[in-house]
């Protein structure tokens, strides 16, 4: 069992930068691939980045690449994604999921194949 607590969500000037962190409870933390996700009102939830146990292999949604960084620390149980040129489209609740196994595909990116989930922090990017 994992539980998941995100931080660091706010109100940010288009251009501006933030980062996310989310704080992992339980002994197995460093076994989780942990993915960052957002969902915009009236929209579904998506895929923005994840990061393997080790932190050597992370993966990006298209739209992210270049402007999101995930990283992680084992020693702390923390996952973050340093957010950087923050656009208005990039406003939503953003969402630390973990997925108790490895990644192979794309598929296992999707929100369904995670298997634990934070509540959310908002981001709110003004024009």
């Known amino acids: 069992q994992v539980q998941l607590v995100e931080s660091g969500g706010g109100l940010v000037q288009a251009g501006g930068s933030l980062r996310l962190s989310c704080a992992a409870s339980?002994?197995?933390?460093?076994?989780?691939?942990m993915g960052w996700f957002r969902q915009a009102p009236g929209k579904e939830r998506e895929f923005v980045a994840a990061?393997?146990?080790?932190?050597?292999?992370?993966y990006y949604a298209d739209s992210e690449k270049g402007r999101f960084t995930i990283s992680r620390d084992n020693a702390k149980n923390t996952v973050y994604l340093q957010m950087s040129s923050l656009k208005p489209e990039d406003t939503a609740v953003y969402f630390c999921?973990?997925?108790?196994?490895?990644?192979?595909?794309?598929?296992?990116?999707?929100?369904?194949?995670?298997?634990?989930w934070g509540q959310g922090t908002q981001v709110t990017v003004s024009s």
């Open positions: 999921a973990a997925r108790a196994n490895p990644v192979y595909s794309d598929y296992h990116l999707r929100s369904a194949n995670f298997n634990y």
């Open positions: 339980g002994r197995t933390f460093s076994s989780y691939v």
């Open positions: 990061i393997s146990w080790s932190g050597d292999k992370k």
